[in-house]
Each structure stands twice: as structure tokens, then as C-alpha cells.
């Protein structure tokens, strides 16, 4: 299936604003009640201690993404996790509202006010980037200058995917994505009659919720896609790894772009990196 480079639903200049920060809650709401993302934990630990770094910047973070609960996945298997600044182009009353709850939370996790795009991050920001269910908003041109910014600064990167591309993947959207919303809208807070509105009586947010959830499976890079993407990257003494790894909870792989400076391999390094390859084999053979 050959990648298709539509417009969703919720991009669109006309689009109303509060219909797309409905949608970016409730898939915020999502990532985190399922807990998709757990599996990634080890992966982002490996990057993160083979680069030095214990600050992460998030790109593109919509309502928040799903680094609450993977926070306290890595905290849950290593004993600590990164200090995490969450940020987006376009930041939403939803994420600085939803920032304030994960500090009072005791969550290490900040909220930048300001703008950030992610074909552009500030060098003033320093950490390792990571963007989850976003890489495929944008077109190989642009995917490409994201890693080729992220080679020319140091920085290791985290591209991570919830979305296939393949029959199936949407095939399954089209026929979950609906009832998901149905039953899930009452148990996001705060309560609000507009949500309400737009699910139940004229159901608009499970038909945008949908329709762009297909879309963001017809744009997504496949790994050898996201191989040749990082290839094309200027700079040399740069790893990249790149596969696709079984969800925990949810029957669906995630798709994976790491990228890091490159380290002196000795003894210590080797072994983190067997360890690595040991842990994707046990993760893969779960079903």
C-alpha cells in the first residue's frame, strides 16, 4: 500500500478550533488508559542512557501525549525517568491544563507556553526529542529536515507510531474507533455539554476521530521508510535502529525511528546493547 499524503479532517484551516481540541483530548484520554506506549519503555531507556541525557523534549504533544503514564512505566522498571517538557506548535488550553494535573501528580513533567515546531526546535532546548503519533503529519521533506535538525544538534530522537499502514489497520479503525468514543466520552473530565453533543446527539467527534484516524494510517512511514528517511540525513556518527514492536494491551505494532551520536563501543555498551536485542526478542514473541 503506497503512502498517501492526505489532509485530516482536523487540519484544515476551516475546522473548528474547539471540535479539534475535543479530538486531541480524547486521544490524549486514549494513550493513556490503554497504555500503548508501555511497550516502547526499554527502547527509550537504552537511547536515553547511550546518549547521557535524563531531560526529554516532546514534540508535538498535543492534550499531552501518552508520557504521563510511560513516565511512570520507565520509573516502574528502572526506578527513576527523565525530567519530560512537553511541547507543540500550537500549544492548547487542554495541555497546560492537563500539565497542571500531572504536577500535582508529582510528575516531572513541564509544559512550554510557547510555540515550538518541530522542524525548527530551539537550540536553547536541550534533551533528547522524542514525537509520538505525529511523524506522519509530515511529508518526507519535512520528516527529513526534523532528523536532519535533531543530526546537526546533537540530539537523539524517539519516532514512535500507534498507526499502520495497511488494510487491516484500517479495517479495525473503522469499526473501534466509533464504539471507543461512545463508551469512553463519560469518563473524560471535565465534563462538558458540548462533548457530549458532538458524540451523542450530532456524533461529529466519532466521525473526525475516525475518518483523520485513517488518514494518519494511509500517511504512515513504514521502517524502511524511516530508514531511507535518516539515511538521506546529512552528518555521519549517527546510530539509527528503526523496527516495529508489539503493543501490551492493544493488537497492533508499534513502528520505531531511534536515532543517537554514536559511542565508543567497549564492554559495558556491548552488553547494553545485547540486553537491548534480548528484550525486543521477549517483547516480540508476546502476543
Known amino acids: 500500500m503506497n503512502r498517501y499524503h492526505g489532509i485530516e479532517l482536523s487540519e484544515r484551516h476551516w475546522f473548528p478550533s474547539s471540535l479539534f481540541g475535543e479530538s486531541v483530548e480524547f486521544l490524549h484520554y486514549f494513550e493513556n488508559i490503554s497504555n500503548i506506549f508501555s511497550t516502547v519503555a526499554p527502547l527509550l531507556r537504552h537511547a536515553l542512557d547511550r546518549t547521557g541525557t535524563s531531560t526529554v523534549i516532546d514534540l508535538c504533544s498535543g492534550g499531552g501525549g501518552p508520557w504521563p503514564r510511560l513516565a511512570r512505566e520507565m520509573k516502574r522498571q528502572n526506578g527513576s ?31 512550554s507556553s510557547q510555540p515550538i515546531d518541530a ?14 503519533n505525529a511523524f506522519h503529519h509530515f511529508s518526507p521533506c519535512e520528516a527529513r529536515g526534523i532528523l536532519g535538525n535533531a543530526v546537526n544538534t546533537g540530539r537523539g530522537i524517539a519516532v514512535f507510531e500507534a498507526t499502520e499502514r495497511s488494510l487491516f489497520s ?19 473530565r471535565p465534563i462538558r455539554i458540548s462533548r457530549l453533543f458532538f458524540t451523542y446527539i450530532v456524533p461529529l467527534l466519532p466521525l473526525v476521530i475516525t475518518l483523520d484516524g485513517v488518514l494518519s494510517s494511509l500517511r504512515t512511514y513504514t521502517p524502511e521508510e524511516l530508514r531511507r528517511l535518516a539515511e538521506n540525513c546529512d552528518g555521519t556518527a ?26 565508543k563501543k567497549d564492554g559495558f555498551s556491548s552488553q547494553i546493547d545485547s540486553n537491548l536485542t534480548n528484550t ?8
Open 81 to 111: 525517568h527523565p525530567s519530560i517538557l512537553l511541547t507543540d506548535k500550537n500549544p492548547e488550553a487542554g495541555l497546560l491544563r492537563n500539565c497542571r494535573i500531572f504536577s500535582s501528580n508529582g510528575d516531572t513533567i513541564a509544559c
Open 119 to 132: 522542524r525548527s526546535v530551539p537550540a536553547d532546548l536541550d534533551g533528547f526529542l522524542t514525537l509520538f
Open 170 to 188: 484500517i479495517i479495525q479503525m473503522i469499526f473501534t474507533l466509533p464504539p471507543l468514543v461512545w463508551v469512553l466520552t463519560p469518563f473524560l
Open 238 to 263: 549517527y546510530t539509527w535502529k528503526t523496527g516495529s514492536i508489539k503493543s501490551f494491551r492493544l493488537p497492533r505494532k508499534i513502528t520505531y525511528l531511534i536515532g543517537y551520536p554514536e559511542v
Open 280 to 287: 525486543k526478542k521477549a517483547l516480540d514473541n508476546i502476543v
